[in-house]
T-cell receptor, first 115, second 116 residues
Framework: AQSVSQHNHHVILSEAASLELGCNYSYGGTVNLFWYVQYPGQHLQLLLKYFSGDPLVKGIKGFEAEFIKSKFSFNLRKPSVQWSDTAEYFCAVSLGVDSSYKLIFGSGTRLLVRP | GAVVSQHPSRVICKSGTSVKIECRSL??????MFWYRQFPKQSLMLMATSNEGSKATYEQGVEKDKFLINHASLTLSTLTVASAHPEDSSFYIC????????????FGPGTRLTVL
């Protein structure tokens, strides 16, 4: 069965520190990759997505992610975090039409940014 | 942009009662919608795929007689938690793929169900 792994469950950073959250998936075929963010008390929002093309994708709020096919990874990065980035971050994978567009989510990473 | 709404946002009920949660696509049509459950401090787990005009497809381990799904129109899917018990307390979230691009889903704000 396909799965998504997020290795960091809790991350605590100071403002202006750099961020990298790991995401690995297990599927050998074509995938669509997503990072979602859930701010406290709010619903899921799409940060960025990768379908094809340039493996380095840029999203909202200064986030970016790099798809490395050989490593089955899609790590999320931000050069300098802000207190407002405190949230939970979910990596997700879709197999597209092969799986009726279902999303498989990782377990999430809680990020706390200290001012 | 594509907006998905859910109603109610929060519901508290007694054990044994049934609860209906609505998911609506406000500015687009959705022949498919997805229902997820999120327990505290855990990730979203897909429960079922709701298909307009046909039966829902349930994920392994999800009781279809417990979680009744009806997708009667192109903009509305409902999830009914039948005879709810405290262990059904959770955050229920729906999503719908965007028109023209089924690869991207739009999420509703979620419904927090508390069963006493």
């Amino acid at each position: 069965a396909q799965s998504v792994s997020q290795h960091n469950h809790h991350v605590i950073l100071s403002e202006a520190a750099s961020l990298e959250l790991g995401c690995n998936y297990s599927y050998g075929g074509t995938v669509n990759l997503f990072w979602y963010v859930q701010y406290p008390g709010q619903h899921l929002q799409l940060l960025l997505k990768y379908f094809s093309g340039d493996p380095l994708v840029k999203g909202i709020k200064g986030f970016e992610a790099e798809f490395i096919k050989s490593k089955f990874s899609f790590n999320l990065r931000k050069p300098s975090v802000q207190w407002s980035d405190t949230a939970e971050y979910f990596c997700a994978v879709s197999l597209g039409v092969d799986s009726s567009y279902k999303l498989i989510f990782g377990s999430g990473t809680r990020l706390l940014v200290r001012p | 942009g594509a907006v998905v709404s859910q109603h109610p946002s929060r519901v508290i009920c007694k054990s044994g009662t049934s609860v209906k949660i609505e998911c609506r696509s406000l500015d687009f049509q959705a022949t498919t919608m997805f229902w997820y459950r999120q327990f505290p401090k855990q990730s979203l787990m897909l429960m079922a795929t709701s298909n307009e005009g046909s039966k829902a497809t349930y994920e392994q381990g999800v009781e279809k007689d417990k979680f009744l799904i009806n997708h009667a129109s192109l903009t509305l899917s409902t999830l009914t938690v039948a005879s709810a018990h405290p262990e059904d307390s959770s955050f229920y979230i729906c999503s719908a793929p965007g028109q023209g691009n089924y690869n991207e889903q739009f999420f509703g704000p979620g419904t927090r169900l508390t069963v006493l």
